[in-house]
């Protein structure tokens, strides 16, 4: 079994709850709006909200299948600055991060 088994099953886990928000955002967003006047200013003011935190778990999804790849390329853990190892500590923080500590800073 690999060092990141772990990690792995984090990430899938993590990946499958944020492609599921992701769905559920894009559910709500499609819902049509209030005839009423204020409830829409109030129904635009949740969108945007929502188009952020959609945005934002995007974002983290992309991430995620990055870090994915990179256990399935065997590269994972390994800083892509300076190419030693990014501490156990820090993948454990930041499951996606692509540097060591030195070199993020």
């Known amino acids: ?15 499958h709850q944020l492609t ?13 709006p209030s005839a009423d006047s204020e409830d829409r200013a109030t129904e635009l003011e949740n969108d945007e909200v929502l188009q952020q935190l959609g945005q934002g778990s995007l974002a983290e999804v ?5 870090a994915l790849a990179r256990l399935d390329a065997g590269t994972y853990g390994t800083c892509s600055t300076c190419g030693g190892t990014i501490g156990t500590a820090r993948l454990a923080a ?6 060591c500590l030195n070199c993020a800073l």
């Open 62 to 66: 992309t991430q995620i299948r990055e």
């Open 1 to 15: 079994m690999s060092q990141y088994a772990d990690a792995r099953r984090h990430l899938e886990q993590k990946l």
């Open 20 to 32: 599921n928000r992701v769905a559920n955002i894009e559910e709500d967003l499609r819902i049509k």
């Open 94 to 99: 930041m499951p996606g991060a692509t540097t």
